[in-house]
């Protein structure tokens, strides 16, 4: 039940930020100056970029060591997830596959 849930917050998490990323690139290209600006508009756009940036440095340090203790490998992954979409699919897709492995890791244990 739990994979259910991570693997349905993924597609969520990859679904809602890119319904408001793609009208940006079809609008304005990939113009990166532009995209931070808008990030950093005002204080509360501020607030929510510096959130995503320290949530992000939080998640990176979770995966490589959780997934390094459980021997997961293609660490990078998750972490090419959160740059290229954000930790709303990094961290579910990692929790998914942490699930997974901890899953894998009591079949073989036989608990």
């Known amino acids: 039940m739990l994979k259910t849930i ?21 609008e304005h290209g990939l113009d990166i100056k532009l995209f931070f600006e808008q990030l950093f508009a005002n204080k509360i756009s501020g607030f929510f970029g510096m959130d995503l940036i320290v949530s992000s440095l939080v998640f990176w340090t979770f995966v490589f060591t959780e997934g390094t203790r459980l021997k997961m490998q293609n660490l990078w992954i998750y972490v090419g997830c959160n740059l290229l979409v954000g930790v709303s699919l990094g961290l579910p897709l990692f929790l998914f596959m942490r699930q997974r492995q901890l899953e894998q890791q009591v079949d073989i244990v036989g608990y």
Do not use: K
């Open 6 to 26: 991570y693997l349905l917050l993924c597609i969520l998490g990859f679904v809602l930020p890119y319904s408001q990323f793609v009208p940006f690139l079809l």
